[in-house]
């Protein structure tokens, strides 16, 4: 699995949550030299993709070409693959759609959910299987188990598990433990 540091996971998580994968606004703790140098990073390993914004819509912008022309950041199927994240389908900023994704057809019925398929082995495999013990799992455990901070593992639980695989999860304060989450 790639390693990935907290602020390249935190850029990634909030890019899977938007529907159009952009990584803007990074954290607000991540100015200058730090900016480029992360993103640098990322776009090397494939993680962010680089596309022209769209700037009648008010779109976020990495940087501005010299003729005008803004750049923003989306998150790569490969960039989500490092999260855990298995990308439902092909994303709609990207410019560049290969022949296959656009000649995929179309499903039928659009009142079912998309199957996720969750990776083995990846720290949201880990999270879910704390979460769906009997006596879950809180964020002081999460932490001990994935290394994160207990920011990253809070937006986990709410971004990637609540909000984009749609899983109910329910918390409760737990004398001696602090609030404990389970997968209800």
Same mark, same amino acid.
């Given at each position: 699995?790639?390693?990935?540091?907290?602020?390249?996971?935190?850029?990634?998580?909030?890019?899977? @949550?938007? %529907?159009?994968?952009?990584? /803007?606004?990074?954290?607000?703790?991540?100015?200058?030299?730090?900016?480029?140098?992360?993103?640098?990073?990322?776009?090397?390993?494939?993680? /962010?993709?680089?596309?022209?914004?769209?700037?009648?819509?008010?779109?976020?912008?990495?940087?501005?070409?010299?003729?005008?022309?803004?750049?923003?950041?989306?998150?790569?199927?490969?960039? /989500? =693959?490092?999260?855990?994240?298995? +990308?439902?389908?092909?994303?709609? =900023? /990207?410019?560049?759609?290969?022949?296959? &994704?656009?000649?995929? +057809?179309?499903? %039928?019925?659009?009142? &079912?959910?998309?199957?996720?398929?969750?990776? =083995?082995?990846?720290? &949201?495999? @880990?999270?879910? =299987?704390?979460?769906?013990? +009997?006596? #879950?799992?809180?964020?002081?455990?999460?932490?001990?188990?994935?290394?994160? @901070?207990?920011?990253?593992?809070? #937006?986990?639980?709410?971004?990637?598990?609540?909000?984009?695989?749609?899983? @109910?999860?329910?918390?409760?304060?737990?004398?001696?433990?602090?609030?404990?989450?389970?997968?209800?």
């Amino acid at each position: 699995m790639t390693k990935l540091s907290d602020t390249q996971a935190i850029i990634l998580s909030s890019a899977a @949550q938007r %529907e159009d994968r952009i990584a /803007l606004p990074l954290p607000e703790s991540l100015r200058g030299g730090a900016a480029a140098k992360v993103v640098g990073a990322m776009l090397a390993k494939g993680f /962010l993709e680089e596309v022209d914004a769209d700037m009648r819509n008010g779109q976020a912008i990495w940087r501005e070409t010299g003729d005008g022309h803004g750049v923003t950041l989306v998150a790569t199927d490969a960039g /989500l =693959a490092a999260i855990g994240i298995e +990308p439902e389908d092909a994303n709609p =900023a /990207l410019a560049g759609a290969t022949e296959a &994704q656009s000649s995929a +057809p179309a499903t %039928e019925d659009t009142d &079912q959910p998309k199957p996720v398929t969750i990776r =083995a082995g990846t720290k &949201q495999a @880990q999270i879910i =299987a704390l979460l769906q013990r +009997p006596e #879950g799992a809180s964020i002081t455990e999460i932490v001990e188990a994935t290394s994160w @901070q207990p920011h990253t593992a809070r #937006g986990m639980i709410s971004g990637a598990l609540k909000k984009k695989l749609g899983l @109910q999860i329910t918390s409760a304060a737990e004398e001696g433990r602090g609030t404990v989450h389970r997968i209800g």
